[in-house]
């Protein structure tokens, strides 16, 4: 680099300026300079070099002059990025001590760099953390308030405000903050999901679905799953609608909504629910009914079986008995297809033709579920036929009801989440949008849980109500601390059946007959029994 530079610049220099020496030497001459009364002679060389000086020194002198205007402002912006370089400093030990958990010092090294940068938004941004790393929430949402100020920094300064509105449990405020800055940048996931989940828990079902396009558009759901989560959304706004009595026109709100959720999502439950009861409310008993055979064959289900019990009509139980056969010939060799078969058997007092259908259902129930005992669901049918066929009270009634009680609970809308029922009416068999207790969006599935509303489902529409009599004898079998019943075998029923035995605990089935009447149950339990029962 340096002989590069002699190269370059002094060694062209130095010829020249003995080139010019050389010339003048060669071209001898003078210069006569007369000013004031002075006459001054000298050799042309002498002048050259005597302007060269001159210029030097004007050179000097204007640098010189600059130099001593030019100082304070130098020195000012020396002092500038002395105190920024010791602000950054303690912004850094800040940050570090945020990262650490040291509350204390966060807060002085914040005070520092306040007091050395100003309030720049990585100043802020440390007090806030530090505001909110020593408990001082209110100090933290004044800071975060002041981020929103500056557009590049708002999304940040509404963030904030976000998660402190929800760690102090004000949705409100959080909907508002999640909505601006959903607003201020549509790209922002965690901006579109919170508004969307408080838009979904509030009610605000219309524009839940706009910061569902917001969440897919920023990638925070893959397609498939928005597409999924519309079709609950939609299927969500007609059970409200039918839920509550109204026109023709709410109604035919709720097909339209109904319908593009099956659209969206054909195996969506709730959903062809939502559009059958619609449409029953519009007199299209028919196109109901048909709605369900469309997808019996692959996606056969309890609750869309009971609405079709429903749907067909028929002029008398016989006739309707008749008319779901149509539906159990699709899928012959699924459980909810004799199900139902059973129900509008019994419905029609037809007892053997329900007895082979709940054989058949027991044994397609034990090849499912791995397991020899019966549900609660089916145990209650045969009580029903036992009931029906051989009178109330019955043995056999009173021993399949006592089965019941220790049998696997029914199939229900669970909450994967937390394990809690759905309570959605039976607009759609109990399912809802959000679970009741954690407020999951569309996290109801259908799998076993709790057997009380499956059994008040039945009850109203194909099961008539227990007598008193048998939900007293239920509540005294329930009482009764008696072990677990061992498994019921799945062989033949035979006319006139007393329920199942059960080994060595067969006595166990038919103790409410023969027990002591101090050993009877207390009159809550027979009530808790009953309403199991009803």
Known sequence: MKLSRVLLFYLPLLAALVGAALYFAYHPGGVTLQWLGYRLDMHVGAAVFLIVVAYLVLQFVWWLVGLVLRSPRSFSMALSNSRKAKGYRALTRGLTAVAAGDAGEARRQAKIAHDLLGEPP??????????????????????????????????????GLTTGALKRGDETAALTHAEKAMAVAPQAAWAAETAHRLQVKSGKLDLAKDSLNHLARAGGMNPKEAQRRRAALLAEQARRILSEPGNAEATGKAQALSREAVKLASDLVPARLALGRALLRQGKAREAARLIEQVWDDQPHAALGRFYLEAVGGDSPLDRAQRVQRLVKQNPDHAESHRIAADAALTAKLWGEARRHLQRLMELEQEAGGESNPTADTCRRMARLEGGEHGAGSSGERQWLDAAVRARADADWICESCGTPGAGGSETAGWQLCCPRCDAIDSLVWRAGSSSRQAALEGGLVLDHAPMESAALLAAAGAASAPPAGPM??????????????????????????????????IGASVDAARRVN
């Open 122 to 159: 990585l100043t802020l941004l440390l007090a806030a953390q530090a505001a909110q790393l020593a408990g001082d929430e209110a100090s933290a949402e004044r800071y975060f308030a002041h981020l929103t100020h500056a557009p590049e920094t708002a999304l940040l300064g509404l963030r």
């Open 489 to 522: 075998p799945l062989g033949p029923i035979p006319h006139g059946s007393t329920g199942p035995q059960a080994g060595p605990h067969a006595s166990a089935a038919q103790a409410p007959a023969a027990r002591e009447p101090a050993e009877k149950a207390p």
